[in-house]
């Protein structure tokens, strides 16, 4: 079986933090490149953040720049998105996902690009 689980959602403050977690079982994710993404009731998924397999490429959509970060541990097969100064604009379910990429070292955060996906992960910012 091949899974991702999100983990570390909650309710947050305005202008607090959260770290989620993507964690990988039944596969091991050295060779993947793993987006974040988000999507909010009665829209459409989109993208938000993404790793290169090396961890050495990381990108953002413009609206979290500064704010988050992602990282990746694939000695724990996990990979984390740290969210600071939180907005309530940020409310979704984050989604992590999953591209198999053996040979390529950058990412990107278009929803077609990615196979695998988790349940996703409820993060609320409100006051």
């Known amino acids: 079986q091949l899974q991702l689980v999100e983990s570390g959602g909650g309710l947050v403050q305005p202008g607090g933090s959260l770290r989620l977690a993507c964690a990988a079982s039944?596969?091991?994710?050295?060779?993947?490149?793993i987006g974040w993404f988000l999507q909010a009731p009665g829209k459409e998924r989109e993208g938000v953040s993404c790793?290169?397999?090396?961890?050495?490429?990381?990108n953002y959509v413009d609206s979290v720049k500064g704010r988050f970060t992602i990282s990746r541990d694939n000695a724990k097969n996990t990979v984390y998105l740290q969210m600071n100064s939180l907005k309530p604009e940020d409310s979704a379910i984050y989604y992590c996902?999953?591209?198999?990429?053996?040979?390529?070292?950058?990412?990107?955060?278009?929803?077609?690009?990615?196979?695998?996906w988790g349940q996703g992960a409820q993060v609320t910012v409100s006051s």
């Open positions: 996902a999953a591209r198999n990429f053996p040979t390529f070292y950058g990412c990107f955060t278009s929803v077609r690009g990615y196979d695998y």
């Open positions: 039944g596969f091991t994710l050295d060779y993947y490149a």
């Open positions: 790793i290169g397999r090396s961890g050495q490429v990381t």
